[in-house]
């Protein structure tokens, strides 16, 4: 199992904090927001990940963060010249994947959720996780049964058919690069990510997971402000145990 961690777009929603540097560089409480994905990732096991960065600020993660060994891994590099949907990580990855299986998780993304069992018990397909939210329509919603057989994924519908929206971790065989460059762009020029999905779940190989801890997609000010936050709240109580 490989891991990606996408970390390039312009961050727009977050200027002028973004005017100078990138959004996965920001402060999230004691650490740069980077660290968060790529502790999620090395917690469950995975040690060799390709960093996708924006072209301006590829030399200030590879400053910042190196050839991986600080966190025990082993980190590659490579260059999203311009925002071009969240699937086209495989496309650019798809070296890097070299016929492994892969977990893709968005630079911004923080978790409060141990992923290694899902890891290690993955053996082929793909598997999404969804967690219950009151604004499903900003999401990508999966709606699903009883037995979490997944029934669609709709990326921002106007009336969502449940409340689970699909955050931002993959985990993917290696028929993922070539399901990407599949996709035509959309309307707004990307790869969307529910498309690539959407292929595991017309051959029925799709899989749901329900995630209880938290989560925050950190690309805007309030849920920035809002996670660390919580984060410092967690590492006061853990200080003063």
């Avoid at 790529?38 to 060799?48: M, S």
């Avoid at 402000?225 to 109580?237: M, T």
Wanted: net charge negative.
């Amino acid at each position: 199992m490989k891991g990606i961690i996408l970390a390039g777009g312009n961050a727009t929603r977050l200027r002028p904090l973004t005017k100078i540097t990138s959004k996965q560089l920001l402060p999230v409480y004691d650490k740069p927001m980077i660290f968060y994905p790529i502790e999620t990732l090395v917690q469950a096991g995975i040690k060799e990940i390709l960093i996708i960065v924006a072209p301006d600020y590829a030399g200030h993660f590879l400053n910042l963060l190196g050839s991986g060994s600080d966190f025990g891994a082993n980190f590659s590099y490579e260059v999203q010249q311009k925002p071009g949907g969240l699937s086209e990580a495989f496309i650019i990855g798809e070296k890097f994947i070299d016929g492994d299986s892969v977990t893709m998780i968005l630079g911004d993304n923080i978790f409060d959720h141990n992923f290694s069992e899902h890891i290690k018990n993955f053996e082929s397909g793909a598997v999404v996780f969804a967690k219950e939210v009151p604004d499903p329509e900003r999401y990508g919603v999966i709606e699903f049964d009883e037995n979490k057989n997944v029934l669609s994924i709709v990326e921002k519908p106007e009336n969502p058919k449940s409340n689970y929206a699909m955050v931002g971790i993959y985990i993917c065989d290696n028929k993922v690069s070539g399901f990407a460059k599949s996709v035509k762009p959309s309307d707004r020029g990307e790869i969307e990510i529910t498309e690539t999905i959407n292929q595991y779940l017309d051959k029925k190989e799709l899989k749901v997971e329900i995630i209880e801890g938290m989560w925050e997609d950190a690309g805007t000010f309030d849920s920035l402000l809002k996670v660390s936050n919580l984060i410092a709240e967690k590492e006061r109580g853990v200080r003063n145990q």
